[in-house]
């Protein structure tokens, strides 16, 4: 069991039990859900606590929408104690090109290295290629990539980023 949630993220929840054999439909929130279909395990949110769930089947329904059959889920009641739970992964799992990183608005962005505040962010920008993060460092608008050799955290509680920036990139 996980109890601090902040090195992972919100992939989707399940949604509802499908027949007697302990099937569940999950909805997983992401704009190409199949890149997480061939995952071996979610982390199920029960007790605000992150348990481990193997998956042995997965097969797309339709959408962003999946019916899944967890190892040791075997029986409707099991089931139906997980329905209305949310999924999480690893935030190093996260697809970093299809999530709508705009939440992270108004975060403050932390230096690893120095732990100062850099400043907050102020948009980002979902691109098939690469997502962006911008924030303004002294009046100058700074855009990093985001990805997980650059952002190495993200506390969602206390709304900040965590940081690796490559040498020279705010004094472009």
């Known amino acids: 069991m996980i109890k601090n949630k902040n090195d992972f993220f919100c ?3 399940i949604i509802k039990k499908i027949g007697f054999k302990g099937w569940l439909s999950i909805k997983i929130e992401d704009k190409n859900p199949f890149f997480y279909q061939k995952k071996l395990s979610f982390l199920i949110e029960l007790n605000n606590k ?14 962003n929408f999946f019916k899944v059959k967890f190892k040791d889920i075997n029986t ?9 739970c949310k999924l999480y992964l690893p935030l190093y799992e996260m ?7 705009s939440y992270l608005i108004d975060y403050k962005v932390i230096d690893k290295n120095s732990n100062n505040k850099l400043g907050l962010v102020t948009n980002t920008y979902t691109k098939k290629i690469q997502s962006l993060i911008e924030f303004k ?12 050799e650059i952002v190495l955290e ?6 900040y ?4 920036l490559p040498n020279g990139i705010t004094e472009l």
Do not use: R
């Open 11 to 13: 992939l989707g929840k």
């Open 50 to 63: 992150l348990v481990p769930h193997f998956i042995d089947i997965i097969n797309h329904s339709n959408s």
């Open 76 to 84: 409707e009641y099991s089931a139906s104690k997980l329905c209305g």
């Open 95 to 101: 697809n970093t090109n299809s999530i709508d990183l």
């Open 137 to 148: 460092l002294l009046e100058k608008k700074i855009l990093i990539p985001f990805d997980n």
């Open 154 to 159: 993200i506390n969602k509680e206390k709304k």
């Open 161 to 164: 980023i965590t940081v690796n």
